[in-house]
Every structure is written in C-alpha cells, then in structure tokens.
C-alpha cells in the first residue's frame, strides 16, 4: 500500500500519527510522547518537520493535523468554527501553517451562563465516528469522550450542534498529586469507586461532596490509599449525572469513545443511572475523521 496522507492527533499529552493509503487504511503508525503541553513555545514545527514526518518516512505527503496543535499554546491558532457545524464547514477552516502541512480548526459554542465552550480535536473524532456507520449519519446522538477535559457532543443528522466539556480528568489529576486528597493507591478497586459514584448522588454540592473523601479517611478509618478509587468515583459521577441533564438529555443512550479503560469507569457509572451505553475504539474514529476532512479539504 502506498501511503498518500501523513494524519496527526496531536493532544495536549502525546502526538498520536499514521500514514494512510488513498482509501484510508492504515500503511504505519507511530506514537511520540510530546504534547503541546510538553514542548517549547515555537517547537511544533521543528519537531514535526525533525522527528514525525522522517519516522513515518512522511516527507513528502500532505499532512493534516487536529488537537490542542491548533491552539494557542500549539504550532498555530485556527479559527474555530461556529456550533452547529457539519464537516463541509470544518473541511473549509482547515489552515495551511507550513508547506503541504495543515491544521483543523476546533469548534465552538454557548456554553454554560454567558461562557461559550470550545475543543479542539474531538469534533475530528466525532466526524470519523459518524463516518464509519451510515446509521449514526441520521437522527440524534449524545457521544461523550471521556478524559483530561470530558467532551459530551449532540449530534443531529451528522452535524454537531451542541458540546459541553467538563475539567474532570485534570481535577482529579490536581486533588491526587496536590492537596490533601493525594493518594499512593493505584486505582484499582471499584468497590471504592462504587462509594464514589453513591457519594456523587445527582452531580450537585459537588464542592460539599468532595470533602466526603477526606472526612471519610480522617473520621471513618478509611485507608488513604483508597482515596484515588473515591475521588476517581466522585468525579465521574458527578459528571454522568450533570452533563446529560444541563444538555436536557438526561437518560438518553450514550455512546462512549475512548479510551478502553476510561470508559470502562463511565460505563459503570452510566449503568448505575439505568443508561444505555455502547463503547466505542477512539482511535479508528479519528483516523476515519482526519480522512474525511483531507478528502474534504482537497489535500489528497
């Protein structure tokens, strides 16, 4: 197979890139562990150019990236697209930063009060999900990306018409490793994790309920050690339980992309609210929606 697109999803935390064939397969795959958040301001470039395009032998092809990479602390700021946005309007805002190398731009959309809110990256995975099933290209479809900054996506007849985001995945890695919630346990116990999610009750008094994790450890005798399992089983409970109902789409299906084992822990609080789940491989969709988009955009 000769390839014909250099694809990037490049987070926060690591880059993630393939080289695809002229119909989307994968030709090579390589994982780097420099996020945006992990190199200089300025050094996209170089590391790009200097270490992704020679590893995949990608000199040469067009290449386009999605991710915080389109951020300001990324290569170069792309204009974000207005919610409801389908792929044709995302294919239109992808942005030339070097030669035969472009970037996609995010979304954004009214948020919370009078915030609006904005990703980069999952509407590529959202688009690629949609992709590849005819069946998710119609009706309507509540997806939520579990991680660092927990997207939850409303699809409508294959365009993204609204998303909330949601800091759990940070709170928890903050509370864990800085405050008196920090923990050595592996979190590995679900039981735990179990008394988190009770403890969450219906995502409300999130602040009050946090407390729960320390006051259980100092006045019940609970290990500290099992306070990763709790504060982990805290968080995502709240969030199942909030998000759905600030989007008034409390108790419909969700589709969970993802991480395997991320979405495992949301699968199991969703389970508890008596929710309909299905799972899905996160990187499939977002080589799918990077295709669509260079197909889109005229790159290949």
Not at 69 to 79: D, E
Not at 185 to 214: I, K, P
Not at 249 to 262: H, I, M, R, S
Not at 268 to 295: I, K, S
Request: proline share 4%; aromatic share 6%; with cysteine.
């Amino acid at each position: 197979m000769a390839a014909a697109l250099l694809a990037c999803d490049w987070g926060s935390t690591h880059l993630r890139a393939w080289t695809l064939d002229a119909a989307g397969a994968v030709v090579d795959r390589r994982d780097f562990p420099f996020g945006v958040n992990r190199i200089a301001p300025g050094e996209a470039e170089t590391k790009f150019r200097e270490d992704v395009r020679p590893a995949l032998g990608a000199e040469t092809l067009p290449a386009l990236l999605c991710g915080g990479v389109g951020s300001n602390i990324g290569w170069r700021t792309v204009p974000y697209v207005d919610c409801p946005a389908r792929l044709e309007a995302v294919g239109a805002g992808l942005l030339k930063v070097a030669e035969r190398t472009w970037i996609a731009p995010g979304l954004r959309c009214q948020g919370l009060g009078e915030a609006c809110d904005v990703l980069r990256g999952e509407e590529t995975l959202v688009f690629g999900w949609v992709a590849l099933d005819p069946a998710r290209q119609t009706g309507r479809w509540l997806v939520c990306q579990p991680g660092t900054h927990g997207k939850w996506l409303v699809v409508e007849d294959g365009s993204i018409v609204r998303f909330l985001s949601a800091f759990t995945g940070e709170l928890y890695a903050v509370l864990s490793a800085h405050s008196i919630l920090r923990s050595s346990g592996q979190g590995q116990d679900l039981a735990v994790f179990d008394q988190g999610l009770e403890a969450a009750a219906d995502g409300d008094g999130l602040l009050n309920r946090l407390y729960t994790a320390r006051s259980r450890v100092a006045g019940q005798g609970a290990s500290q050690e099992s306070t990763a399992d709790y504060l982990s089983g805290l968080l995502i409970g709240a969030e199942v339980a909030a998000t759905p109902r600030l989007l008034g789409l409390e108790g419909a299906p969700v589709a969970l992309v993802g991480d395997a084992t991320l979405c495992d822990r949301y699968a199991r609080a969703l389970d508890r609210r008596g929710v309909t789940v299905t799972r899905h491989e996160g990187e499939p969709a977002v080589r799918a929606g990077l295709f669509a988009l260079a197909r889109m955009g005229g790159l290949i």
